[in-house]
């Protein structure tokens, strides 16, 4: 499957899919006024004046959501725009008490840039548009009231970067594998939380199909995307019912639609407004955007080495696969785990091992963030040292992470001492167990030597047993065979 994503064709059509991206930024107040933007608040307790659009109210921008814009124009080798115009885009909703919302049109702050990932072993890279400042609308509450609605303005005026490509993908596959790289970077720089049920991190996929070779197609617009689940079936879908409704001789007409995960399908919502209906202006309350060089570079400093270039190199320094690398480099906690535990042990293949399979398994089961693990990168190589060492098998060591995981011990060795976890590497006493467990199956030792390699199996499993697990398997094998030769 990895490697036929290079042309790939439904059904003979071939699949367009440009991402619009909304994430919101982590800031302690609103875009364009002193409210805190914290999430989950009881309704309206979180708008000031300025968010109740209140006559003679004045918006002022918020510096740390322009800085955080910046860090993600220098994440993705995007142009930083010394000037950028702040526009209203007029519509009428309830939940807009302006009429308006601020947005950038014609000059947004952050220009081009790409994002690139793998999918499957291919190397892929979605180009971008642009990225631009906004600020995000309230919200309708059609549940608590009998035959009415309600407005919440809390969210109003929180910052959004909305976050624009090309239409370069060309399956839902891609589309997923971009909208994770982006996560994995907003997240990394720090400037969006990610949290997905919460909103923060939304994508809408406009989707078309056409003929290989034709001009693109008319698109269909998936709102709000928040999970990554929901965007492949929402697109897979998507893509289905376009190549139908074609197939049937029906045009596809532009428009918004939703995804319902009940059913698994996208509903149209409205025909789309083109950029004409919004009735573009710059905001006249608001000043330029203007952004001196020197801050650019300030905030160049101190932007953190970036997942992409960490992973080559622990691939470079650690030997790790590539897909090793990509995956220990999800998140800077889980990066941090991995170079600390490589360095203090020398064993980066088993420390990458242990946090990709044991570790995570315990922090999904528990659901823990990896950056308040009961167990510290520090224990983490001190168990794998002792594996490498041969002192206590691969079994054992789960069993040692387990007593560390619960607080039933803090040091690895006091661990294995006190149950009593260390191998039997004395050949001596292996020898004298292997030949009791040898006399015992001779049935299973006359079969191994009739040709059954299968009754080799059984041999090592009995004397495992017999060792109470404490043997070392790779030495048993080598003794069981010498002496079944
Ligand atoms: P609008 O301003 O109406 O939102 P844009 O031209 O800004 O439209 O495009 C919005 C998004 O739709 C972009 O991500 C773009 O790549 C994508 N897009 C444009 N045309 C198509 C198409 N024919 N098929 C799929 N995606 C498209
Ligand atoms: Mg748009």
């Known amino acids: 499957m990895s490697n036929m994503h290079t042309s790939l064709l439904v059904h003979g059509y071939e ?50 959501a322009v800085e955080l814009a910046i860090r993600l ?22 939940d807009l008490p302006k009429g308006y919302q601020i947005s950038q049109f014609e000059i947004p702050v ?16 979605v180009r971008l548009v642009r990225a631009h400042l906004e600020e995000d609308a309230g919200k309708s509450l059609h549940e608590d009231f009998i035959g009415q609605s309600g407005i919440d303005l809390n969210r109003a005026g929180t910052p959004l970067l ?22 994995r970077i907003v997240t990394w720089i720090g400037i969006c939380d990610g949290n997905m049920q919460e909103g923060s991190f939304r994508c809408d996929a406009n989707v078309s199909v056409r003929k290989p070779g034709a001009a693109l197609g008319t698109r269909r617009e998936i709102k709000n995307l928040n999970s990554f689940k929901f965007m492949q ?12 409704e074609i197939e049937d001789g029906r045009a596809i007409q532009q428009a918004t639609v939703l995804f319902d995960p009940d059913t698994g399908e996208t509903r149209a919502m409205r025909t789309k407004e083109d950029a004409a209906d919004y009735r573009y202006f710059p905001d006249p309350d608001l000043p330029p955007l203007v952004i001196a060089r020197d801050w650019v570079e300030q905030v160049r400093a101190g932007m953190p080495e970036l997942p992409r270039a960490m992973a080559a190199r622990f691939v ?97 060795d006091a661990v294995i001492e006190a149950k009593g976890l260390k191998q039997m590497n004395d050949t001596g006493a292996l020898e004298i167990l292997i030949d009791e467990v040898m006399a015992a199956n001779a ?11 299968k009754a080799f199996n059984a041999l090592v499993g009995q004397v495992m047993k017999a060792s109470k697990g404490k043997a070392n398997p790779q030495q048993v094998n080598d003794l069981l065979r010498r002496k079944l030769q």
């Open 15 to 64: 699949v367009v899919i440009g991402f619009e991206t909304h994430a919101q930024l982590a800031t302690k107040s609103k875009i364009f006024s002193r409210a805190p933007t914290a999430f989950g608040a009881e309704p309206n307790t979180q708008a000031c004046a300025v968010d109740l659009a209140l006559p003679g109210t004045l918006p002022v921008m918020n510096q740390a």
């Open 73 to 94: 124009g220098l994440a993705l080798g995007s142009h930083i725009a010394e000037h950028s115009v702040f526009a209203r885009k007029n519509y009428f909703y309830p």
């Open 110 to 125: 952050v220009q081009g840039g790409e994002v690139s990932f793998l999918l499957g072993e291919e190397k892929k890279t």
């Open 162 to 183: 909305e976050i624009v490509t090309e239409p370069d993908m060309r399956s839902s596959a891609e589309a997923v594998a971009y909208a994770k790289e982006l996560h």
């Open 233 to 244: 079936q929402a697109i897979d879908y998507e893509v289905r019912w376009q190549i139908e």
């Open 316 to 412: 470079a320094d650690h030997g790790l696969s590539e897909y090793d690398a990509v995956t220990l480099t999800q998140s800077p906690a889980m990066a941090a785990c991995f170079e600390t535990a490589a360095r203090a042990s020398g064993q980066a293949k088993l420390v990458s091992n242990w946090i990709m399979g044991e570790l995570s398994r315990r922090l999904n089961a528990d659901e823990v963030d990896i950056a308040s693990a009961p167990v510290s990168a520090t224990q983490l190589a001190a168990l794998v040292v002792r594996i490498a060492d041969g002192t206590i098998s691969n079994n054992a060591a789960k069993q040692v992470f387990d007593a560390l995981w619960t607080g039933q011990g803090t040091q690895v």
């Open 443 to 453: 049935d299973n030792v006359a079969q191994f030597r009739a040709g059954k390699e």
